[in-house]
């Protein structure tokens, strides 16, 4: 079990324990945290964003072709942007921070 570290837009911080193998937005969801991941992980939205702590970015394998794409399509792109379906957690990535976008072009509520 290793834990995982959100901030939500307005700058409150979130604790929440991880598995290994889960994606970001797998432990989103089940911790109640408001990131939408409308294609459930297809690659097909980009309402998963999240903002990786550039002090942690490095230690991510780097994104797919496919996912570079769809970050492009992302309000509020930043260097180490991300998609949350995308990254999957490990040991290594214990204690791993991320922030959530001030605005998602959010595909339920548009
Ligand atoms: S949930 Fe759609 S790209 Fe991640």
Do not use: W
């Amino acid at each position: 079990m290793s834990k995982m570290t959100f901030i939500l837009p307005g700058g409150t911080r979130k604790d929440v324990e991880t598995k290994s193998g889960e994606t970001i937005l797998v432990v989103a969801h089940r911790a109640g945290i408001p990131i939408e991941g409308a294609c459930e992980g297809a690659m097909a939205c980009s309402t998963c964003h999240v903002i990786v702590d550039p002090a942690m970015y490095g230690r991510l394998p780097p994104p797919s072709a496919d996912e570079e794409d769809m970050l492009d399509l992302a309000f509020g792109l930043t260097r180490t942007s991300r998609l949350g379906c995308q990254i999957v957690l490990s040991d290594a990535l214990d204690g791993l921070t991320v922030a959530l976008p001030e605005s998602t072009r959010n595909l339920l509520r548009e």
